[in-house]
């Protein structure tokens, strides 16, 4: 089976960094996505990470370490429309096919 | 089309009636996803189709729950009998290449609840 755990709820400030954790425990991994979701729309693609390190896109990086299971989402110079859920998601392998598997989400909340 | 269209973004049903939901996909995109999401939770993945082969049923709930794709293009997700427990937004992507980080592109979905 598969276990992707992020947390519930995260609050920053305006202009802040903040860095959100998942980490995984599944069979059959190919990569893992990051996913920014506003409430009542779809989840749109932030990143893909399939080898180790950390990968930049302006304002986002993520990060992953696959020997530790463990990922991050880093958003910097943060803006109150950065407040969304933010989904972690791991491609495996099913049957010579891959489907990402999605966590809970992160709800990040952006104040002034 | 330009991006990936559902159908329709809102149905509201009664407790037993049979629902149809459709999905179009990004023209050219051999993979398509559905998954249902509920209220505060995460995607629960449903039923995975590439291309002309076996669809992956793996994450259909129950015998209620069914879809359908003809090759590359249209899929519907039928819902038997609904249950008040299936209300929730399901969501269809779709994606060029499953095997890629080219990412899957997620339409609008349909808020589907069951009265």
């Known amino acids: 089976g598969q276990n992707i755990d992020q947390p519930t709820e995260m609050t920053a400030t305006e202009g802040a960094i903040v860095q959100i954790n998942c980490t995984y425990q599944t069979s059959g991994f190919n990569g893992l996505f990051w996913y920014q979701q506003h409430a009542g729309e779809a989840p749109t693609f932030l990143s893909y990470?399939?080898?180790?390190g950390l990968e930049e896109k302006g304002r986002f990086s993520s990060f992953l370490s696959r020997s530790k299971g463990y990922s991050y989402l880093l958003l910097k110079e943060l803006q109150m429309k950065d407040s969304a859920s933010y989904l972690c998601a791991v491609s495996l392998a099913s049957g010579g096919s891959y489907i990402p598997t999605f966590g809970r989400g992160t709800s990040l909340i952006v104040h002034p | 089309g330009a991006g990936v269209s559902q159908s329709p973004s809102n149905k509201v049903t009664e407790k037993g009636k049979d629902v149809e939901l459709r999905c179009d996909p990004i023209?050219?995109?051999?993979?398509l996803y559905w998954y249902r999401q509920r209220l505060g939770q995460g995607l629960e993945f449903l039923i995975y189709?590439?291309?002309?082969?076996?669809?992956?049923k793996s994450g259909l709930p129950s015998d209620r729950f069914s879809a359908e794709r003809t090759g590359e293009s249209v899929s519907t997700l039928t819902i038997q009998r609904t249950q008040q427990e299936d209300s929730a937004v399901y969501l269809c992507?779709?994606?060029?290449?499953?095997?890629?980080?080219?990412?899957?592109?997620f339409g609008s979905g349909t808020r589907l609840t069951v009265v």
């Open positions: 189709f590439q291309g002309n082969s076996a669809p992956d």
């Open positions: 023209s050219g995109h051999t993979a």
């Open positions: 992507a779709s994606s060029s290449k499953d095997r890629d980080g080219y990412g899957y592109t």
């Open positions: 990470n399939v080898l180790d």
